[in-house]
């Protein structure tokens, strides 16, 4: 989000997901933790919350909130369960599990503000199944594995839960049963049981029943629309949230981070198949960066983008049109981006200049140092084999066939992932239903040996080439001082324009952007020089003659001429 961008900015966010820790009294400045992973589920999240909690404790960092319950586990010695009964509680409740889950780091987070705020006179502790543990767990007459087990500090009171499950609803169910059971003894009074039972143990899990619907399936059109048509409208928009979001988040843009920028906006002047207003912006985007030698502020960046767009009308158009997922965290940007490369890729094998590895190696750079999505920059790399692959490029072709890969690979990876759009699921592209073609006599899912490469780099080019690009979500809304780009349209979108043209797109587009007379102009043209050449006509005919005739030159000329019969020429 745009009101984000100065805190990213700020603490040195660049990529996403992205988890910071900060700890109890973080002065100003500090950076925060990063957390290393970059794994996007819950359970691995929480992991790492719990071991970052814990291994503050376990260094008895003074980072480590003093009210924080215990998550180290509990040292065991013999039958001795060290420092549980430092605080007299009454009861003890152990948690005993193996070194590498959880689940009882959950459950003791999940109880512990309630037992405080109660005054529980209870102690939970987690045991580690271990050979420093083993003579405990005989005594307690427990088999090693997940088990909840209540005891006094003497022993004497001795309750094992054999039956509840090892899940962190099970055992907080368990232990608010226990404590209500055990309330004489812990001193609980009629209120203290009131709050204890207000929140059952499934709400502290916020779990959130999903409302069952009928999948929405896309339809044919919207199906081209989404994968097998390229809209002007989506590059101008991906290009310019690049540099403003991607680009400028960053706090200081130096060293190889600045060549990184410097090779993108290089191949995006040369390469990006741009109208006059794009070509514009390119070109002196290009020449601002390339007047900065050293380092390049974010915020500098962001000043200038803002300062450019409010000088010439520049803005990119609010929804995207092709790349609009079925809901808005789906398609977006990343598939803004993609078509970018393809359409760089394409545009140069078109224009046949420069080296052919030349936009790869950018996108290479760019993915690396700008792309957030840092779990994508990985699987990216490894692609491209640490960048071999773009070593073996040979020819235009070679770089337009190598994204067109790896893209796929990228698609096959992510088939049936959260970040997967129902409506439009992750194919193989192209399909045989749009380019059957495409498809040699051989089968296989390596993405390689079943295609008829020749056929796929002719698909991409009839779909990425400018000419073939849709100006659908363009608008032309220049300013007195220069240019607009892609501005969404108030107009509805005409439910013709997604028809499939079954020549893989070949049909030229008619654009009348630049012509200046129509044909009704050059007729109305026509007309105007009729009618003014027969009236210099009748001009000259009857009213120029006359006038000339009687002039006082034309007098003197008859009487110098004249013949007289019999004299002759006087």
């Given at each position: 989000m745009?009101?984000n961008?100065?805190?990213c900015?700020?603490?040195?966010?660049?990529g996403y997901p992205?988890?910071?820790f900060?700890?109890?009294n973080t002065p100003?400045?500090?950076m925060?933790?990063?957390r290393?992973?970059?794994?996007?589920?819950?359970?691995a999240i929480?992991?790492?919350?719990?071991?970052?909690?814990?291994?503050?404790?376990?260094?008895?960092?003074?980072?480590?909130g003093?009210?924080?319950?215990?998550?180290v586990?509990?040292?065991?010695s013999?039958?001795?369960?060290l420092h549980i009964?430092?605080q007299?509680?009454?009861?003890?409740?152990?948690l005993i599990?193996e070194?590498?889950?959880?689940t009882?780091?959950?459950?003791?987070l999940d109880?512990s503000?309630?037992?405080?705020?109660l005054?529980?006179p209870l102690?939970m502790?987690?045991?580690?199944i271990n050979?420093?543990s083993?003579q405990l767990l005989?005594k307690?007459?427990?088999?090693?594995?997940p088990?909840?087990?209540a005891i006094s500090?003497?022993?004497?009171?001795?309750e094992?839960?054999?039956?509840?499950?090892a899940t962190r609803?099970g055992?907080t169910g368990?232990?608010k049963?226990?404590?209500?059971?055990?309330?004489s003894?812990?001193?609980?009074?009629?209120q203290?049981?009131?709050?204890?039972?207000?929140?059952?143990?499934?709400?502290?899990l916020n779990?959130?029943?999903l409302n069952s619907?009928?999948q929405?399936t896309a339809t044919?059109?919207?199906?081209i629309n989404?994968?097998y048509?390229v809209?002007?409208s989506?590059?101008?928009?991906?290009?310019?949230?690049?540099?403003?979001?991607?680009?400028a988040q960053?706090?200081?843009?130096?060293?190889?981070?600045?060549?990184?920028l410097?090779?993108?906006?290089?191949?995006?002047?040369?390469?990006f198949?741009?109208?006059?207003?794009?070509?514009?912006?390119?070109?002196d985007?290009?020449?601002w960066v390339?007047?900065h030698?050293?380092t390049i502020?974010g915020?500098?960046?962001s000043?200038?983008?803002?300062?450019?767009?409010g000088?010439h009308?520049?803005r990119?158009?609010?929804?995207?049109?092709g790349c609009r997922?079925?809901?808005d965290k789906?398609g977006?940007y990343?598939?803004?981006?993609?078509?970018?490369?393809?359409?760089?890729?394409?545009n140069?094998?078109n224009?046949?200049e420069?080296?052919p590895?030349?936009?790869?190696?950018?996108?290479k750079?760019?993915?690396q140092e700008f792309?957030?999505?840092r779990?994508c920059?990985?699987h990216?790399?490894?692609a491209?084999?640490?960048?071999k692959a773009?070593?073996?490029i040979?020819?235009?072709n070679?770089?337009?066939?190598?994204?067109?890969k790896?893209?796929?690979k990228?698609?096959?990876?992510?088939?049936g992932d959260?970040s997967?759009d129902p409506v439009?699921?992750?194919?193989?592209?192209?399909s045989?239903?749009f380019?059957?073609?495409c498809y040699g006599?051989?089968?296989?899912?390596?993405l390689?040996?079943?295609f008829?490469r020749?056929k796929?780099v002719?698909f991409l080019?009839?779909?990425y080439?400018?000419e073939?690009?849709?100006?659908?979500g363009l608008?032309?809304n220049?300013?007195?001082?220069?240019?607009?780009l892609?501005v969404a349209?108030?107009a509805?979108?005409?439910?013709?324009?997604?028809h499939l043209?079954?020549?893989?797109?070949?049909k030229?587009?008619?654009s009348?952007?630049?012509?200046?007379?129509?044909?009704?102009?050059?007729?109305?043209?026509?007309?105007l020089?009729?009618?003014?050449a027969?009236?210099l006509?009748?001009?000259?005919?009857?009213?120029a003659?006359k006038?000339?005739?009687?002039?006082?030159?034309?007098?003197?000329?008859?009487?110098k001429t004249?013949?007289?019969p019999?004299?002759g020429?006087v």
């Amino acid at each position: 989000m745009e009101e984000n961008m100065p805190t990213c900015r700020e603490y040195e966010v660049m990529g996403y997901p992205s988890l910071k820790f900060f700890t109890p009294n973080t002065p100003t400045g500090d950076m925060g933790i990063e957390r290393q992973s970059r794994e996007k589920t819950v359970p691995a999240i929480k992991k790492d919350m719990i071991e970052f909690i814990t291994d503050l404790q376990i260094k008895k960092s003074e980072k480590a909130g003093r009210n924080w319950p215990s998550l180290v586990p509990a040292s065991v010695s013999g039958l001795e369960i060290l420092h549980i009964w430092d605080q007299n509680p009454t009861l003890a409740v152990l948690l005993i599990e193996e070194a590498n889950s959880t689940t009882g780091s959950e459950v003791i987070l999940d109880l512990s503000s309630t037992v405080t705020m109660l005054k529980v006179p209870l102690v939970m502790a987690k045991i580690e199944i271990n050979a420093e543990s083993d003579q405990l767990l005989q005594k307690l007459t427990v088999p090693k594995k997940p088990s909840l087990v209540a005891i006094s500090r003497d022993f004497s009171t001795l309750e094992v839960f054999p039956s509840t499950a090892a899940t962190r609803v099970g055992w907080t169910g368990a232990i608010k049963d226990f404590i209500w059971r055990k309330s004489s003894e812990l001193s609980l009074n009629n209120q203290m049981l009131a709050d204890l039972s207000q929140k059952k143990p499934e709400d502290s899990l916020n779990v959130q029943p999903l409302n069952s619907k009928a999948q929405k399936t896309a339809t044919r059109k919207e199906l081209i629309n989404r994968r097998y048509k390229v809209f002007t409208s989506d590059l101008e928009k991906a290009v310019i949230y690049s540099i403003s979001h991607e680009v400028a988040q960053h706090s200081s843009i130096s060293g190889h981070t600045l060549q990184t920028l410097l090779q993108y906006v290089t191949v995006l002047e040369k390469f990006f198949p741009a109208r006059i207003e794009m070509s514009v912006f390119l070109r002196d985007l290009h020449s601002w960066v390339n007047m900065h030698q050293d380092t390049i502020r974010g915020e500098d960046l962001s000043s200038w983008m803002e300062s450019y767009q409010g000088r010439h009308g520049i803005r990119a158009s609010k929804d995207w049109v092709g790349c609009r997922g079925s809901e808005d965290k789906f398609g977006g940007y990343p598939c803004g981006l993609w078509s970018v490369w393809h359409a760089l890729t394409i545009n140069q094998a078109n224009l046949a200049e420069g080296d052919p590895k030349e936009v790869m190696n950018a996108m290479k750079s760019f993915i690396q140092e700008f792309f957030g999505c840092r779990d994508c920059a990985r699987h990216f790399d490894q692609a491209i084999e640490g960048g071999k692959a773009i070593d073996e490029i040979e020819n235009y072709n070679d770089a337009v066939l190598l994204l067109w890969k790896t893209h796929n690979k990228a698609n096959f990876r992510l088939a049936g992932d959260i970040s997967e759009d129902p409506v439009f699921p992750k194919l193989v592209f192209p399909s045989k239903e749009f380019c059957s073609g495409c498809y040699g006599a051989l089968t296989g899912t390596n993405l390689w040996d079943e295609f008829d490469r020749m056929k796929v780099v002719e698909f991409l080019k009839n779909l990425y080439s400018k000419e073939k690009l849709s100006s659908q979500g363009l608008r032309t809304n220049s300013t007195a001082a220069g240019h607009a780009l892609a501005v969404a349209p108030q107009a509805q979108i005409d439910g013709n324009f997604e028809h499939l043209n079954v020549s893989n797109f070949n049909k030229k587009d008619i654009s009348t952007s630049f012509v200046f007379f129509n044909g009704a102009d050059i007729s109305i043209c026509f007309l105007l020089w009729f009618v003014c050449a027969l009236l210099l006509l009748i001009y000259l005919k009857f009213i120029a003659g006359k006038k000339f005739s009687n002039s006082h030159f034309f007098s003197n000329l008859k009487r110098k001429t004249s013949m007289n019969p019999l004299l002759g020429k006087v």
